[in-house]
């Protein structure tokens, strides 16, 4: 049965940090990506991390660039999701999700299992 589930979501005060965790199960883990997704009450979803399978290179949105990390344990089959600095436009639910074949894997579309999302509370 695939799965991902996330865990460590909170609430914290700005200037915080949080690490979010992705277990994966299956061949889920081998997908080509593995990606951060959040949605804001009454926003867009919006893609926040990927790290390609391959390489371990990754890829963020500008909001989060030098305060969020995404990377992998092969171990242990989890994608984490540190993330320093946070800020209160940070709040949000937070999805894990592979993309099998992704090709740019920077849009939802391309990813084909999530996460139940694990709620991230950022205080001012």
């Known amino acids: 049965q695939v799965q991902l589930v996330e865990s460590g979501g909170g609430s914290v005060q700005a200037g915080g940090s949080l690490r979010l965790s992705c277990a994966a199960s299956?061949?889920?883990?081998?997908?080509?990506?593995m990606g951060w997704f959040r949605r804001a009450p009454g926003k867009e979803r919006e893609g926040v991390a990927v790290?390609?399978?391959?390489?371990?290179?990754?890829y963020y949105t500008d909001s989060v660039k030098g305060r969020f990390t995404i990377s992998r344990d092969n171990a242990k089959r989890t994608v984490y999701l540190q993330m320093n600095s946070l800020k209160p436009e940070d709040t949000a639910m937070y999805y894990c999700?592979?993309?099998?074949?992704?090709?740019?894997?920077?849009?939802?579309?391309?990813?084909?299992?999530w996460g139940q999302g694990t709620q991230v509370t950022v205080s001012s």
């Open positions: 999700a592979a993309a099998v074949y992704g090709d740019s894997c920077r849009t939802a579309s391309e990813y084909n299992y």
């Open positions: 299956g061949y889920v883990y081998s997908s080509r990506c």
């Open positions: 790290i390609y399978t391959g390489d371990r290179s990754s």
